[in-house]
């Protein structure tokens, strides 16, 4: 099944971390509670990007889907503490360049890892005139690069069309160091000169909803 991703990233306002204990409770727990029939993944930003604060990583059958859960976070006491920082949407297709791929990640209800690295990524106008099979022989050298690092689960998602984006692409791992470690060894590769855009990297903290909320101020 065919899924639509939205990459929700929030800012939040000061003043709310000038409100009570328990009213910060009661928003977190109702945050959670419209967030009950989404699916979702949720995390923090702090003290690792200026520009936003949380990301909520959202999956849904259709956009309207992305939007309704948006819209139910916005109608909560939180919600109106909250401004739209960074948003991205995407969805799943069958790679063109990896055969027999199995679903991972996210759209595979796979367990999510420590921290996940979100980047919107646009390869130039010049990849996509090279040929089918030449763009197959670079790839397969990413992808061979890619291999040696099992611990980094790839969630390739695709925007043509419905954002400003070619892919999105969102790195889960345990260690960041490992992620680090990869991206180093991509950027020695023949398809990196290819690359029109792959910022900002946004390297998120995976937190559940109710502890992510408190955890704002």
């Given at each position: ?12 306002d000061?003043?709310?971390?000038w ?5 910060k ?14 699916r ?6 702090i003290?690792m990007r200026d ?17 309704g859960a ?6 909560t006491?939180?919600?109106?503490y ?27 209800g ?18 996509y ?9 670079i ?41 680090q ?17 792959d910022?900002?990297?946004?390297v998120?903290s ?11 101020g």
């Amino acid at each position: 099944m065919s899924l639509y991703f939205g990459f929700e990233f929030f800012k939040v306002d000061p003043k709310w971390r000038w409100m009570a204990d328990l009213a910060k409770q009661e928003s977190a727990r109702e945050v959670a509670n419209v967030l009950g029939q989404a699916r979702y993944r949720s995390y923090s930003c702090i003290g690792m990007r200026d520009d936003a604060d949380l990301l909520i990583w959202l999956a849904a059958e259709d956009p309207d889907g992305i939007r309704g859960a948006v819209e139910r976070i916005y109608g909560t006491v939180f919600g109106k503490y909250i401004e739209p920082a960074r948003t991205y949407l995407s969805c799943t297709r069958p790679s063109e360049y990896v055969r027999e791929q199995e679903p991972a990640g996210f759209a595979a209800g796979a367990d999510p890892k420590r921290y996940v690295v979100v980047y919107p990524f646009t390869k130039t106008r010049g990849w996509y005139l090279l040929p089918r099979e030449r763009r197959q022989q670079i790839m397969d050298e990413h992808i061979a690069v890619s291999r040696r690092y099992p611990q980094v689960v790839l969630n390739t998602t695709y925007s043509f069309g419905i954002h400003d984006q070619d892919f999105m692409l969102a790195f889960e791992v345990d260690d960041i160091r490992d992620f680090q470690d990869l991206i180093m060894d991509l950027r020695e590769t023949e398809v990196s000169s290819y690359v029109q855009n792959d910022i900002p990297m946004m390297v998120c903290s995976r937190m559940d909803i109710v502890p992510l909320v408190l955890s704002m101020g």
